[in-house]
């Protein structure tokens, strides 16, 4: 079935040490555009990143994806994990006609130690 | 400021009884969602509406009925609570738009005891 998944439940980095966190999909619909959103602790998820366009960088608040389609990868980096990254991370993708539904992976929390 | 808005915060509610969770937005956008978030599940689609007096299943609507009486207002129903139901629950706003992202609110904690 059509699916988004991450394989990590959990990834501890040290501060400024590099993170990657892992995303592939699975999906046989047409698949409009890929998202990274961010949860901090007790507040709303909010997009992060977001990319269209197969093998373009993406980057946000030093943070930085590409799209794979031929791998279905879009997995999300940064070269220098911050304490305020600490967060649960969803990577999703919207797909239909017009982009009007996201299917979630289940989440990674992004655990920072200095 | 756009926003999206949900009341109550949190609610605790027992098993069989009735649930309305409320969602406002103030972004204009045409599409509302309701999400469920549990761990290991990620975020759930449950019912989610492209205009106003109509609702659409997500992925998961069993046990939930939705209502959008206006563009800006988007309600969730449980009409017998269970335990099953516990969750937090997100709702969402998203302007038409093939790449346009979904908004958040803040997110409503129900406990069904």
């Known amino acids: 079935g059509d699916s988004v998944t991450q394989t990590e439940g959990l990834v501890t980095v040290t501060e400024g040490l590099p993170v990657k966190l892992n995303c592939t999909y699975q999906?046989?619909?047409?698949?409009?555009?890929f998202f990274w959103y961010v949860q901090y602790l007790n507040e709303a998820p909010q997009v992060l990143l977001k990319?269209?366009?197969?093998?373009k960088r993406t980057e946000h608040q030093g943070f930085h994806a590409t799209l794979h389609k031929s791998s279905s990868s879009f997995h999300l980096q940064k070269s220098s994990a911050q304490l305020s990254d600490s967060a649960l991370y969803y990577c999703?993708?919207?797909?239909?006609?017009?982009?009007?539904?996201?299917?979630f992976g289940i989440g990674t929390l992004l655990s920072v130690k200095p | 400021e756009a926003a999206v808005t949900q009341s109550p915060r949190s609610k605790v509610a027992v098993t069989g009884g009735k649930v309305t969770l409320s969602c406002h937005q103030t972004?204009?956008?045409?599409?509302m969602y309701w999400y469920r978030q549990d761990t290991g599940h990620g975020l759930r689609l449950i019912h989610y509406?492209?205009?106003?007096?109509?609702?659409e299943k997500g992925d998961i609507p069993d046990g939930y009925k939705a209502s959008r009486p206006s563009q800006e207002n988007f309600s969730l129903i449980l009409e017998l609570a269970s335990l099953s139901q516990t969750a937090v629950y997100f709702c969402?706003?998203?302007?038409?738009?093939?790449?346009?992202?979904?908004?958040f609110g803040p997110g409503t904690r129900l406990t069904v005891l």
């Open positions: 969402a706003s998203r302007r038409l738009g093939g790449r346009n992202e979904q908004y």
């Open positions: 999906t046989t619909y047409l698949t409009i555009a």
């Open positions: 990319s269209s366009t197969d093998n």
């Open positions: 999703a993708l919207s797909y239909g006609s017009s982009g009007n539904k996201l299917i």
């Open positions: 972004n204009n956008h045409d599409y």
């Open positions: 509406s492209y205009v106003a007096d109509s609702t």
